[in-house]
């Protein structure tokens, strides 16, 4: 811009504050545009360490991603928030295997008879899988390491529990929503006590045998008694939805739900 | 989730010769050795000039820190004017808006830090700029010599560290009316001098 740029002695006392009014503010508006005379100024190595060593410190904390702000916006914990977040992670495989049997039940509930009778079985098993996977040594590769930590125990398994019921519950909504005949709202969660309460049965019974295993039997369960229903000739396995049996489902989650509440303050 | 994961913005490549705005879109990337460079570069000159305005040296420090934590957040947001490879005016602005929210902080904790408004880029080439450029050789620096301390240091909040009235009446710790007649008062003593 000008001709104009500072001595080396001039930097020196404009650093050291010995520049009287006038120099320092010439000095200040040629600094802003000439990064050369910049260098000139003495940079003093242990207080530039210092800046950036305290600057890195927050800086490589990990960002939050946006699941975990919203959780935390909500008013959970941090580290619940970034349990929550991570848990997504064990269960990709599940999350994605999830998507395709969903839109393979709706693919037959359009092109077959009755073929929303697949969707029936499977949306109260859907989130019983995601559960079995979500704890303990079959889905988690560090559970030896969480195991060990405060945090493990019934805690982990109700916030990862809760981690994978609400996508589950979300999709299972979702294609229930997109089923053939779904004219009320009542149509979209006729599943979801029965679904709640398999989840309910195989977490009590998680606690005597591998979480793995009692989803396992629970879900095996389910599926058998429908099977056995449907192929009796009695072809309205529907009735296990009826609002009759809703009222029975209700009842038994309730019990269930109380007997897990019952088992964690014993414990 | 992993080409989710993935989607943010690639990295430029850069080095410790890499212009400033480089720097930044790398910054925004999330790269820590960009800001390293940005620190190792302007934090010295920023810390003289700050130390000019505050004689507090860790105060200076706490306002440089937070100056380049926001430039981690906000190095998205600089937009660098066409042909400029320099964020000097752009940093500065930042700084001296920090200063100023640390010297309020530190007056009166009780009451909530207002937020700073977006941080523009001050120091366009404007007339005052091409005067300001030559004050020590010009007439303005003998004019300059003839105003009082009191009236000088309102000019060089306002003109040269392009700050708002408010914000100049923050740092002056004098009332904003003050500011307004002194500047005023300044100006017209300095057109006097340059024009006689």
Redesign the interface.
């Known amino acids: 811009m000008s001709g104009w740029h500072l001595t080396p002695a001039q930097a020196h006392d404009y650093a050291a504050r010995r520049s009287d009014e006038i120099t320092a503010m010439s000095v200040e508006a040629h600094l802003m545009h000439c990064a050369p005379c910049r260098s000139l100024l003495p940079a003093d190595e242990s207080w530039l360490a210092d800046g950036w060593a305290s600057l890195r410190d927050v800086v490589d904390r990990p960002r939050r991603g946006p699941v975990e702000t919203v959780l935390a916006s909500v008013g959970l914990r941090a580290e619940t928030a970034k349990l929550l977040a991570a848990t997504p992670r064990l269960y990709q495989a599940w999350l994605g295997s999830t998507v395709v049997v969903l839109a393979a039940a709706l693919f037959a509930a359009y092109l077959l008879p009755r073929g929303s009778l697949m969707f029936f079985f499977l949306a109260p098993v859907v989130p019983l899988v995601g559960v079995a996977l979500a704890y303990g040594r079959g889905g988690d590769p560090a559970h030896t390491l969480a195991s060990v930590t405060p945090m493990a125990g019934q805690r982990l398994l109700f916030l990862r529990t809760c981690a994978v019921l609400v996508p589950a519950l979300l999709l299972c909504t979702g294609a229930a929503l997109l089923l053939p005949h779904t004219t009320t709202a009542w149509d979209a969660v006729f599943w979801l006590l029965p679904s709640l309460t398999l989840v309910a049965g195989s977490l009590l019974l998680g606690n005597w045998i591998h979480l793995s295993a009692a989803s396992g039997i629970v879900g095996v369960l389910w599926l058998a008694v429908l099977g056995l229903v449907s192929l009796s000739g009695q072809t309205v396995p529907v009735g296990v939805f009826a609002p009759q049996a809703q009222a029975c489902w209700g009842v038994a989650l309730a019990v269930l739900a109380g007997m897990l509440l019952l088992r964690v303050r014993m414990a | ?1 992993k080409l989710f994961r993935r989607a943010h913005r690639r990295a430029p490549s850069y080095g410790p010769d890499s212009t400033d705005p480089v720097l930044l879109t790398a910054i925004a990337a ?1 790269e ?1 050795e960009a ?2 460079i940005l ?7 920023l ?3 700050l ?2 305005r505050c004689s507090d040296h860790d105060q200076v ?1 706490a306002a ?2 937070e100056t ?2 926001a430039v ?1 957040k906000n190095a998205g947001s600089f937009t660098p004017r066409p042909g400029d490879t ?1 964020a ?2 752009w940093l ?1 602005t930042i700084a001296i808006r920090q200063l100023i929210s640390q010297l309020r902080r530190r007056a009166n904790r009780w009451i909530s830090d207002i937020e700073a408004e977006p941080y523009e880029t001050i ?1 366009d080439a404007s007339a005052e ?1 091409t005067v ?6 010009g007439p303005l ?1 003998a004019a ?2 003839t105003l009082s ?1 009191e009236l ?1 240091a309102a000019i ?1 909040a306002t003109v ?1 560290d392009g700050l708002t009235v408010r914000e100049a009446a923050q740092i002056l710790q004098i009332p904003e009316g003050t500011v307004k007649t002194r500047v005023m008062r300044a100006k017209a003593r300095l057109r006097e001098a340059l024009t006689s």
């Open positions: 989730m999330g820590a800001l390293e620190h190792r570069r302007h934090a010295p000159w810390r003289a000039r130390n000019y420090d440089l820190q380049f934590l981690w320099d000097g005016a500065w120091g700029d300001l450029l030559n004050i020590e050789h620096g300059l010599h301390p000088r060089q040269l």
